[in-house]
């Protein structure tokens, strides 16, 4: 038994070493920023998988909640002079209460009705960044700062990489942790059938504001890191398309795998920078990969008989060897 | 002043009423969101723009639009929506929405992404004054297109085979296909001739603006669509014409008498208020609800 656990966990502390150290042998600051912007999407990524993945909420309005965040940490940090720590987590409480108010309008709606609100409520959003030039500045975007605490600014793409990395780690954990306690459990009891769900004594208006809620927390702490890290933020970043890719990160990685998560937003972050011709046909690339995973894959790589699922049944047949216990999912 | 925006409202309106009937037809009878149909129909509308552009008949070359985009819409159902059929919700609209990032970028890579003048040359634009009120007649073809388009497809559903055809589908797969219709084959139909009234209605969107561009599928098409269809209630063909007119009407008194920044604003938050206190919107269809 102890030999076992810790036959699982040693990837998982060679892994961890690895990426904790990763600024040291990375030391090309372009591959440095796409790490973090992989972490930070990462985040977002998370958090769609638990209003999608587990909630079963069709939500094609995430990126609005990445830019309330970023837009309330930016003007409170740059404009009102709040101290970060405070503006930021105020980025992500103000996100959550926007979430919130979402999750009360689309409290008794179902699935076409919450996906048309959650455009238009993203449209809403936007707007407002466009044309309330006063506080936002407009369609030129508004510049702020790198964060600092207690007077040391993380100047450095290192510094800023840990920020990233310890901000992803929490992230997971306490996602991870909802998912399996007794909310996460109504969430994925409200995802496999609603009217189930209500029999069983679960309050289903109730849970889904919580996790709107929750979600919009995290994609708002997210946002507010993103805009801190590239000290720029404009309504062009917060479009429907942009929600869109952000939700077929967590479609590619599995819906309800969060592991999978931070692999499909891995893939979709590093592949088009590969190459910067791609750029043309990124439109293309995605539809076909979206259509191809819906026909092939609907669970992506890392779901409920996923493609990886599918994979290791498919050795485990070669080998002629039975399945010994449980894969790890989680 | 009113009663002229009363006018401009209405022709608003009967544009968007061609692009929601189109729209309304495969959403109320398959009840499964369309991403793309805007897509695909923006993809005959350009056929129709180079066809025109290069000297082709105007009757020709909509003909070759609408068979464009009754080919394309016939092949996506075909590959990318009948195999999800039964695959609950999630599954069709990301693969919808796939299929309208793929024509998007087939008319990006095609047309390019710029604004083009479009001129179709066989309705003579002009316009007349009556009482100090300012009418096009570009307007007026348009409305008698949009409602003479509602009462044949009306008259179609429930008079020819074919129409209850549809109509028992709408109501329940199974039976349907238990009383011997052909399922696969009328669905492909449905679609195929959405995608045909999306060419009309998308060819006479750009000859009201005068433009084309690659936003009339989407921002323009697929959502101005929706809204209508759910304002005036899914399933309903005069309900997607009606619903198509208030949107019309609060788009335009919104932006004279609110303000025309904050227009789209404005038209979402009233439309997110409506539908939640009227989902099945104004004039829901009059079928048996399946339970």
């Not at chain 1, 102890?2 to 502390?13: G, I, R, S």
């Not at chain 1, 909802?178 to 996460?184: D, E, F």
Request: aromatic residues 12%.
């Amino acid at each position: 038994m102890n030999q076992n656990k810790m036959k699982k966990l040693l990837p998982l502390a060679v892994l961890g070493i690895a990426v904790a150290t990763m600024p040291l042998y990375i030391t090309n600051s372009y591959a440095l920023k796409i790490i973090c912007n992989v972490m930070l999407y990462s985040i977002i990524t998370l958090s769609i998988n638990l209003i999608v993945g587990f909630c079963g909420q069709l939500d094609f309005g995430r990126a609005a909640f990445a830019g309330l965040g970023a837009y309330f940490s930016a003007i409170m940090f740059t404009k009102v002079g709040v101290p970060f720590i405070a503006a930021f987590i105020g980025g992500g409480v103000f996100a959550a209460l926007c979430g919130a108010m979402l999750g009360m309008l689309c409290r008794y709606t179902s699935f076409d009705y919450l996906t048309l609100i959650t455009i238009g409520f993203g449209e809403i959003v936007r707007r407002i960044f466009l044309n309330w030039q006063s506080v936002t500045n407009g369609s030129f975007g508004m510049s702020t700062q790198r964060p600092s605490f207690f007077g040391v600014t993380l100047k450095s793409h290192q510094s800023m990489f840990y920020f990233s990395l310890v901000l992803l780690v929490i992230s997971y954990i306490v996602i991870r942790r909802i998912t399996r306690s007794k909310m996460g459990r109504a969430f994925q009891a409200i995802r496999d059938d609603p009217i189930a769900a209500a029999y069983t004594g679960i309050h289903v208006p109730n849970y889904k504001v919580i996790c709107f809620t929750v979600g919009s927390f995290f994609t708002g702490i997210a946002g507010a890191a993103m805009a801190h890290y590239t000290m720029f933020t404009a309504p062009t970043n917060y479009t429907t398309d942009e929600s869109l890719i952000m939700l077929q990160m967590a479609i590619l990685g599995g819906l309800g795998s969060l592991p999978g998560s931070i692999i499909g937003t891995i893939i979709l972050v590093v592949g088009p920078e590969i190459s910067r011709s791609f750029y043309q046909y990124r439109l293309l690339f995605m539809g076909v990969l979206m259509v191809a995973l819906m026909l092939f894959a609907p669970n992506g790589l890392f779901g409920r008989h996923g493609i990886k699922d599918q994979l290791v049944a498919y050795y485990r047949r070669i080998r002629g060897k039975t399945a010994k216990g449980g894969g790890n999912n989680g | 002043m009113f009663l002229q925006h009363l006018v401009n409202a209405l022709s608003v309106g009967s544009v968007y009423a061609l692009l929601a009937i189109g729209y309304n037809m495969v959403y109320g009878i398959l009840e499964q969101l369309n991403f793309a149909h805007g897509d695909v129909y923006a993809v005959g509308c350009f056929v129709v723009y180079s066809l025109i552009f290069s000297g082709v008949n105007p009757f020709l070359a909509i003909g070759c639009g609408m068979l464009t985009g009754f080919l394309l819409n016939v092949l996506v159902e075909r590959f990318a929506y009948r195999p999800l059929r039964g695959a609950g919700r999630i599954a069709p609209t990301i693969s919808a929405v796939g299929i309208a990032y793929i024509m998007r970028n087939v008319i990006q890579l095609v047309w390019g992404a710029e604004t083009y003048p479009f001129d179709l040359g066989i309705l003579k634009v002009s316009s007349f004054k009556v009482g100090g009120v300012m009418i096009g007649t570009l307007q007026i073809y348009i409305l008698v297109i949009a409602l003479t388009l509602m009462l044949l497809i009306s008259l179609a559903l429930k008079y020819t085979k074919w129409g209850q055809a549809i109509i028992c589908i709408s109501q329940s797969i199974p039976t349907a296909s238990l009383m011997g219709i052909p399922v696969n084959r009328v669905i492909a139909i449905i679609y195929g001739l959405g995608a045909v009234l999306g060419v009309i209605g998308g060819v006479l969107f750009c000859s009201y603006y005068q433009f084309i561009f690659i936003g009339i599928g989407f921002s323009y098409g697929t959502m101005k669509a929706w809204m209508a269809s759910i304002w005036g209630g899914i399933g309903s063909l005069k309900g997607a014409v009606m619903g198509a007119m208030v949107l019309g009407l609060t788009e335009v008194l919104i932006s004279a008498y609110v303000s025309s920044i904050y227009r789209d604003l404005f038209v979402w938050a009233i439309f997110i208020i409506f539908i939640l206190i009227r989902p099945k919107g104004l004039f829901p269809a009059q079928v048996a609800e399946k339970i």
